[in-house]
């Protein structure tokens, strides 16, 4: 069973373009989290959220955004964009805010 | 498959002293990334240090270092000087250059004794 799952797997896209990732974990979890894996392959936080409390990585842009329709999913929808937004993105949940993270399989955004 | 063993789920060491924590994995692949997160309680996963299979080089960053054994597929991670602020959850992990899946291990909780 996959516990967090992304889709879609790869996103090719033009600049200027809106488009969203979506991210569903079925572990019950509380928390769940956004990456972004640079060319290094750094994982660098965008943004955490649980039911009570959305913690924002100031230096992400805000053409990112985090929604959350229920528990069990964080979407990430990312307006305008720009050639510097491709990169491998990953979806994480944990327990609780300082728990183990499960991440998913990462989606590769190619913007054009 | 690819895999992360972390061996040991918690470990304790004197403040000053140094500490070791292990890692290995099992990978086919030729060209990969190994990683050691920390998890401070409370906080998100912070990178500590990287290290690229190509390079024979240990990688370094300042107090912490790795002993990066390739034939064996081994990667430890020493803590030399530790502090009270290393008390962390500490996770090894592993990325490929061929999919951009990451593996963690089940991560190493340690301790720094006062």
């Known amino acids: 069973d996959t516990a967090v799952s992304q889709t879609p797997k790869y996103l090719v896209t033009q600049m200027g373009n809106d488009k969203s990732i979506k991210c569903e974990q079925n572990?019950?979890?509380?928390?769940m989290y956004w990456y972004k894996q640079d060319s290094k392959k750094f994982l660098k936080i965008m943004f955490s959220?649980?039911?009570?409390?959305?913690?924002i990585n100031e230096t992400v842009p805000n053409r990112f955004s985090p929604k959350s329709p229920d528990k069990a999913h964080l979407n990430l929808h990312i307006n305008s964009l720009e050639l510097g937004d491709s990169a491998v993105y990953f979806c994480?949940?944990?327990?609780?805010?300082?728990?183990?993270?499960?991440f998913g399989p990462g989606t590769r955004l190619t913007v054009t | 498959a690819q895999t992360v063993t972390q061996s040991q789920p918690e470990m304790s060491v004197q403040e000053a002293e140094t500490v070791t924590l292990s890692c290995t994995y099992d990978?086919?692949?030729?060209?990969?990334?190994l990683f050691w997160y920390k998890q401070p309680p409370s906080r998100q996963m912070i990178l500590v240090i990287r290290?690229?299979?190509?390079?024979?080089q240990n990688a370094t960053e300042n107090r912490f270092s790795v002993n990066f054994q390739k034939a064996a597929k081994s990667f430890s991670l020493k803590i030399s000087d530790s502090q009270l602020g290393d008390a962390a959850m500490y996770f090894c992990?592993?990325?490929?250059?061929?999919?951009?899946?990451?593996?963690f291990g089940k991560g190493t909780r340690l301790h720094i004794l006062p």
């Open positions: 990978t086919s692949e030729s060209d990969y990334y």
């Open positions: 290290q690229e299979a190509y390079k024979q």
């Open positions: 992990a592993y990325t490929s250059n061929r999919d951009d899946k990451i593996i």
């Open positions: 572990l019950g979890h509380d928390t």
């Open positions: 994480a949940s944990s327990p609780r805010t300082a728990g183990r993270e499960y």
């Open positions: 959220y649980n039911n009570k409390e959305l913690i």
